[in-house]
């Protein structure tokens, strides 16, 4: 891989994209909802590019994930916001990065804890294509392949940016 792509770059293609999915579909009602951090980002800035009067919620899937009891929890742990009605709502899921699916499973968990969505559609910046689980987005900014170890990061909130991080000695 050469470079990692531009961030404003894929946040306009997507825009587009997801307007056209969601259309096809006929899905009105939408909310964004973006799990934290770099998918509130993500989710914030296509919703302000697609559907600007749309309502927005936020997700810390900290308590959801299946390796909690190994990792612990992250340092900074906050609360999710969810300040609408998910019942019957088309709910438009935004993360930054999809390479296991393991936080997007968590992340439906913590959903359907909420109340019972019409749909969810899936929309990440990046797939490193990494799966564990059956997660595919349904709008996607740009997969990549990375060496074994690499990963990709997004910083922010502004601008937002992609870093690419090597492994070190002590995490090979």
């Not at 792509?5 to 009602?29: F, H, I, K």
């Not at 899921?93 to 992340?107: C, E, F, S, Y």
């Not at 564990?132 to 990549?144: E, T």
């Amino acid at each position: 891989m050469s470079s990692l792509p531009a961030v404003e770059t894929l946040l306009d293609s997507m825009a587009a994209d997801l307007t056209r999915y969601l259309a096809q579909r006929g899905r009105q009602e939408v909310a964004f909802v973006g799990i934290h951090t770099g998918g509130v980002w993500v989710a914030e800035a296509l919703r302000q590019r697609s559907l600007p009067d749309a309502p927005m919620g936020t997700l810390d899937i900290a308590f959801y994930r299946d390796d909690y009891e190994q990792n612990g929890l992250p340092q900074r742990v906050r609360p999710s916001e969810l300040p609408f009605d998910l019942d019957g709502r088309h709910l438009v899921l935004v993360d930054d990065v999809l390479m296991t699916g393991r936080t997007i499973r968590a992340a439906l968990n913590e959903i359907f804890d909420y109340g019972r969505p019409a749909s969810v559609t899936l929309v990440t910046l990046i797939d490193i294509e990494a799966r564990d689980l059956p997660i595919r987005a349904d709008v996607l900014g740009r997969s990549l392949s990375l060496a074994p170890g690499q990963r990709v990061k997004l910083t922010g909130p502004e601008p937002l940016q992609l870093t690419l991080t090597m492994p070190t000695a002590s995490t090979q």
